[in-house]
Nanobody, 121 residues
Framework: QVQLVESGGGLVQPGGSLRLSCAASGTIFRFKDMGWYRQAPGKERELVASITSGGTTNYADSVKGRFTISRVNGKNTVYLQMNSLKPEDTAVYYC???????????????WGQGTQVTVSS
């Protein structure tokens, strides 16, 4: 069984910074990618940033230039460095891990419990 443990959320003023961490444990084979999603009240969950096993990163347009996703080499841990935070970044942030499934099956996805990020003065 795979578990994702997130940390690093909190309250920060506009223009401030936070760093989120997500550590995956359990039986992890055939890592595909890992990333962060967020969901604000009344809105759908959206991709924030992701990183593949090869290190390729992908960002939502709204966070490009402000957020950076990184992965510890050899470990199933990812970080999301969030700078120049805005009130519209307020949301619950969820860690996501996708593992390659055998054959032509879709990837197997796992989710963390979520961590609240609030940007407010």
């Amino acid at each position: 069984q795979v578990q994702l443990v997130e940390s690093g959320g909190g309250l920060v003023q506009p223009g401030g910074s936070l760093r989120l961490s997500c550590a995956a444990s359990g039986t992890i084979f055939r890592f595909k990618d890992m990333g962060w999603y967020r969901q604000a009240p009344g809105k759908e969950r959206e991709l924030v940033a992701s990183i593949t096993s090869g290190g390729t990163t992908n960002y939502a347009d709204s966070v490009k230039g402000r957020f950076t996703i990184s992965r510890v080499n050899g470990k199933n841990t990812v970080y999301l460095q969030m700078n120049s935070l805005k009130p519209e970044d307020t949301a619950v942030y969820y860690c996501n891990l996708n593992l390659i499934s055998p054959g032509s099956n879709p990837p197997t996805g796992y989710w963390g419990q979520g961590t609240q990020v609030t940007v407010s003065s």
